[in-house]
Structures are given as structure tokens and as C-alpha cells.
């Protein structure tokens, strides 16, 4: 399970524009590869309350990896898209990360 703050940059300081929520499992026998479910719930300005949610194969050790944006509520009604994601930090002590997602959603 996640419930992780999204923010404007990559420091835990930037300014928070929302949550990352939702779960992740193993799905693959060969590599590290993650079934990712996640919801984006925005808390700021006009995307407030409104959320889009991601589904896809996260394989972790891929320089830029790709997931389905599969729809969304509030402001991102009908939406659909993509997000492309790359890990910004990785602290192999803790397993502690910081992810980059850039998102390009199309909706009404």
C-alpha cells in the first residue's frame, strides 16, 4: 500500500499538491516488475479534490518506464493518457525512493 505526498520537485520540502494512493505487487518471475495501481488525488488550487488513476508493468530497473492513465473523477473526468516514469533516487540502505512521474493526460 501507498499513501505518499506528491510534490511540485523531487525535495520533500517542495510544495505538496497532492497524495499518490493506492498499491503495488510483484508480478514478474524474471525481473523486478510491479503491477502498479494508483490513484493521483490533487489537494491544490483548482485540481482540488480531483483525481486521475494509473495502472501498468512498472519494471523498476528501466531507465524510463510507461503506465496507462485509465480514467479520473472531478476535473479529470474521462481521462486517459500516460505517465512516464523515472526513479530520481534510490537509498539502497532504507529502499527509501524518489519517483518522477510526468503525466499527459487528455480529459473533459
Known amino acids: 500500500m501507498i499513501d505518499n505526498p506528491l510534490t511540485v520537485g523531487p525535495k520533500l520540502s517542495s510544495k505538496m499538491v497532492g497524495k499518490a494512493q493506492g498499491l503495488y505487487t510483484s508480478a514478474s518471475q524474471e525481473e523486478i516488475g510491479l503491477l502498479m495501481i494508483m490513484n493521483f488525488a490533487f489537494i491544490d488550487d483548482k485540481y482540488n479534490g480531483s483525481t486521475f488513476t494509473v495502472l501498468g508493468r512498472n519494471t523498476v530497473l528501466s531507465?524510463?518506464?510507461?503506465?496507462?492513465v485509465i480514467g479520473g473523477s472531478g476535473l479529470f473526468r474521462f481521462a486517459k493518457g500516460y505517465v512516464q516514469v523515472k526513479t530520481y533516487t534510490f537509498n539502497s540502505t532504507t529502499k527509501d525512493a524518489t519517483i518522477e512521474y510526468n503525466a499527459y493526460v487528455l480529459h473533459y
Not at 63 to 68: L, T
Open 63 to 68: 531507465k524510463v518506464r510507461e503506465m496507462s
